[in-house]
């Protein structure tokens, strides 16, 4: 069990720019979760897989984030047009069925 | 819908004593789990403990304990004998038994006095 692991664990961007972020969960995992993590916060959900699908995306979620795992394993999400208000630590998550959620570092996202 | 509340944003503690942070729920659901996670300075999210509440009996993990009161809607973590390391931030979290989604409470900063 080597963990879910992030990369980049750190991303300066200049607003207006796209940047995306990967996520590699535990491999026997079969979902996946993207949460959004503001100072002083909890997080806050963003969306969800199981396997390959995606079967919830939040409402908070403006048309400029999109998030994929194309073949049940690895996740990207990917954020268009980035704002100063995406400026956050975005967090990733992984189980396999009911059991409780692993979670990676993070990506710390900063926008200029 | 369903919230958490936890209503200390910040405690303290002296090293070796016992602290209690709070945690309150609203639901109308009756099966449904209830977890603790710790969340270290820089460093990923990890769970603590975490609670059925179908289960009367509460949760253990060594020095982490929880007192789940279903009526009450609380679910309180006892840390005995805190150390350096348990300096974090912990959050309550809340899951529907047929859901996958987790509702988080604000957090609650601990901080260990040496």
């Known amino acids: 069990d080597t963990g879910v692991s992030q990369d980049p664990r750190h991303k300066i961007t200049k607003r207006g720019q796209n940047v995306t972020f990967r996520c590699d969960p535990i491999?026997?995992?079969?979902?996946l979760y993207w949460y959004r993590q503001t100072l002083g916060q909890g997080p806050e959900f963003l969306t969800y897989?199981?396997?390959?699908?995606?079967?919830?995306k939040s409402r908070l979620l403006s048309d400029r984030f999109s998030a994929e795992r194309p073949k049940g394993s690895f996740s990207t999400l990917e954020i268009q047009r980035t704002e100063q208000g995406d400026s956050a630590m975005y967090l990733c998550?992984?189980?396999?069925?009911?059991?409780?959620?692993?979670f990676g570092n993070g990506t710390r996202l900063t926008v200029t | 819908a369903q919230t958490v509340t936890q209503s200390q944003p910040e405690m303290s503690v002296q090293e070796a004593e016992t602290v209690t942070l709070s945690c309150t729920y609203d639901?109308?659901?009756?099966?449904?789990?209830l977890f603790w996670y710790k969340q270290p300075p820089s460093r990923q999210m990890i769970l603590v403990i975490r609670?059925?509440?179908?289960k009367q009996q509460n949760a253990t993990e060594n020095r982490f304990s929880v007192n789940f009161q279903k009526a009450a809607k609380s679910f309180s973590l006892k840390i005995s004998d805190s150390q350096l390391g348990d300096a974090a931030m912990y959050f309550c979290?809340?899951?529907?038994?047929?859901?996958?989604?987790?509702?988080w409470g604000a957090g609650t900063k601990l901080i260990i006095k040496p």
């Open positions: 639901t109308s659901e009756s099966d449904y789990y």
């Open positions: 897989f199981q396997n390959e699908a995606q079967l919830e």
């Open positions: 491999s026997e995992h079969n979902r």
């Open positions: 998550a992984s189980s396999f069925g009911n059991s409780p959620l692993h």
């Open positions: 609670q059925e509440a179908y």
């Open positions: 979290a809340y899951r529907r038994d047929s859901n996958y989604q987790l509702i």
